[in-house]
């Protein structure tokens, strides 16, 4: 971690122009690494400025809206030098890569994935850390060794980056924890964060998933919890989110001109219990109305012609069959 720390306060500390880019798509924590470290440069005396190759990623995006900061996107290559940062390859430069590479610029790689051996050829210096789970970690473990402070803004991007490389905490480390730790005391918003990584929910399925709810319908075949809804769209969502909440075997279908749709999802542990494939149901289900059905044993769905309320009948009349015998 000195070797790298001195390294970046040798080259800011002449003043150079030094653009910090991360990969293609990027990921939170590809514009978080390089923003805050483009920062940092300039504290020690560089002109760095950050930049993403080719485009960023919708969340990054919110993430950014969120802390109003900004990263060009194919910035210009006017660099004494580029220093990449949480990308292993210039292939992971999209198109912007060639560009790079034309440029003959002087190159430097600080990241976390797998080392590339040709990279470690054509960068001026070459620093990874496999072991660090998010590039964000490693970037701040930098700073902290270069004695820099960050501003809360600049620790909500690399808490943004650590959550979102860990997978909310799921690769993490115990010293990614320490590291959040630090961030948080330093001022990270941890609800801001979260909120700008949630994606976007449509609003008008969100009044769905409720009318869903509103009409549902609880009933015990057999012991098992059953659920009924109706709604005009969202049906499959609609069974997923009665089978997260608490539902052995959920159906929600709809009626239109006619035309009859029902999705269900089931348990596994019922479906290993009884023996139960909601497949199978809808594929009776859909002749029986003209129209088709199948699926898998946990989640299926039918499509047919006839009236909602006679074809729920009937459905029930089937599972009552099915749940019967295996009891
Ligand atoms: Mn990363």
């Known amino acids: 971690m000195k070797n790298v720390a001195n390294f970046l ?36 005396g560089a002109k760095s400025k950050p930049g993403a190759a080719d485009d960023i990623a919708t969340y990054s995006q919110n993430v950014l809206k969120m802390f109003k900061r900004d990263i060009p996107v194919n910035p210009q290559l006017n660099a004494d030098m580029v220093i990449l940062v949480d990308t292993s390859s210039l292939d992971h430069l999209g198109n912007f890569g060639g560009k790079l590479k034309e440029a003959q610029l002087k190159l430097a790689v600080i990241d976390h994935h797998r080392p590339v051996q040709d990279m470690k050829q054509i960068s001026s210096f070459y620093f990874v850390r496999e072991d660090f789970p998010s ?19 600049q620790a909500s991007l690399l808490l943004a980056g650590i959550i979102s ?27 801001r964060v ?17 009318k869903a709810a509103g009409r ?10 059953t659920v009924f809804s109706e709604l005009g769209s969202f ?26 749709r029902i999705s269900g999802r089931a348990r596994a542990e019922v479906l290993k219990k009884t023996g139960l494939h909601l497949g199978e149901v809808m594929e009776v289900l859909g002749k029986q109305y003209g129209g088709s059905g199948g699926g898998h044993a946990g989640a299926a769905s039918m499509k047919g012609e006839g009236k909602l309320e006679d074809v729920k009948k009937q ?3 089937i599972l009552e069959k099915k749940l019967k015998s295996k009891q």
Not at 21 to 32: F, G, K
């Open 9 to 44: 306060a040798e080259v800011s500390k002449s003043g150079q122009r030094i653009l910090v880019l991360c990969h293609h798509n990027a990921d939170p924590d590809a514009v978080a690494s390089a923003i805050v470290l483009s920062d940092v440069l300039n504290q020690l």
């Open 135 to 153: 590039e964000s970690e490693l970037i701040f473990r930098i700073i902290r060794e270069l004695g820099i402070k960050l501003d809360p803004d």
């Open 165 to 191: 490389d860990t997978a909310h905490f799921n690769f993490a480390k115990p010293e990614t924890f320490e590291v959040v730790n630090e961030l948080l005391k330093t001022g990270a918003d941890y609800q």
């Open 194 to 210: 979260n909120e700008a990584l949630r994606p976007p929910e449509d609003p008008s399925k969100r009044v769905a998933m409720l």
């Open 216 to 225: 549902s319908q609880l009933r015990r075949v057999c012991g098992h919890l």
């Open 235 to 260: 049906e499959g969502d609609a069974a997923a989110m009665f089978h997260r909440i608490g539902a052995d075997v959920a159906f929600v279908g709809s009626e239109d001109k006619g035309k009859v």
């Open 315 to 317: 459905l029930y009349t």
